[in-house]
């Protein structure tokens, strides 16, 4: 609604930190933007905005119309969703924050299939480091939250929880890949490739460690499970992962994955939910069906 695109402005350049980013990405002219920005200033009585060299940032008062704004368009997104849904067509716009061990298959296979099915829903997809999606549902910057290892559950509304069992990764021709299952002291007379961090699966390794009171020494450490992945052809290196982020074709890359016994060490989990006490829009909420769904099945 036409109310709302002033606040939507405010909204992209405090994400973008930038008048002439936020500019482009909404197709109007920086001049035309920044006069925006000085009528609501102008408004209000107060600036909004801290004005340095590298950009723009929201001062106290921004943040408070932030919450505001973003209150705003969660509110005007649930009724649009509500609207659509009365009158047949799915429609609506879905955010969702995530970590990295969802986003290689899991999660683009759900959206592949929900959009063929109701193409008039669009998505926003965001990437966070543990501990930050939780909290990014907070503020109606996202509506849903996957994530492996939560830190902040009390802020969730949980919708599906399900363990997830770790497995090393190796060469094809390595000399720990005929076995059936390893323990983590068996990976460590070897190279091991090993998540940074605050990732879950480097929390979930470190404790299963400490059980056996051993401590695990890196030969390189990331936050792109994917390299770490790789690095492990054709050498003696390690890597991990968990069965919603392996890789269906390893044989193709001439790995093998095999399962770590955690040795009494609870399983971590991978949850689905949102804010706790939110009434989610219509579209996000069928969503999560589905991906509470496709959990259950596949990890229940």
Do not use: W
Not at 64 to 74: M, N, T, W
Not at 90 to 97: E, K, L, Q
Not at 198 to 226: C, F, H, M, Q, Y
């Amino acid at each position: 609604m036409r109310h709302l695109l002033v606040l939507k402005y405010i909204e992209k350049i405090a994400k973008t930190g930038s008048l002439r980013s936020a500019a482009e990405e909404l197709k109007i002219t920086p001049s035309a933007l920044n006069r925006r920005i000085l009528g609501v200033e102008e408004e209000l009585g107060v600036e909004i905005f801290e004005r340095h060299p590298s950009g723009l940032r929201p001062n106290t008062a921004g943040e408070v119309l932030l919450k505001h704004i973003r209150d705003q368009i969660a509110d005007m997104d649930r009724v649009k969703s509500r609207i659509a849904d009365l009158t047949g067509m799915r429609a609506g716009h879905i955010n969702i924050a995530t970590t990295r061990e969802v986003v290689p298959f899991f999660l683009p296979a759900l959206i592949k299939q929900h959009l063929i099915d109701f193409p008039a829903v669009t998505f926003g997809v965001n990437l966070h480091e543990r501990g930050e999606a939780e909290a990014s549902l907070i503020d109606n910057t996202n509506d849903i939250a996957i994530v492996f290892d939560p830190i902040r559950v009390n802020e969730l509304q949980v919708a599906c929880s399900v363990a997830q069992p770790l497995y090393c990764i190796m060469s094809a021709d390595h000399p720990l890949a005929d076995r059936n299952v390893l323990r983590i002291y068996d990976c460590t007379e070897f190279p091991l490739l090993i998540p940074k961090h605050p990732e879950g699966i480097r929390r979930v390794l470190d404790t299963a460690a400490a059980k056996v009171g051993i401590s695990l020494e890196p030969a390189v450490e990331s936050n792109s499970l994917d390299l770490l992945r790789l690095m492990s052809q054709n050498s003696q290196s390690l890597s991990f992962s968990l069965a919603i982020n392996l890789r269906p074709q390893l044989a193709n890359d001439q790995l093998v994955s095999i399962p770590v016994d955690l040795q009494g060490t609870s399983q971590s989990v991978l949850i689905a939910g949102y804010l706790r006490g939110r009434t989610l829009p219509v579209a996000a909420a069928r969503f999560l069906e589905l991906v509470t769904k496709e959990l259950s099945l596949q990890y229940s």
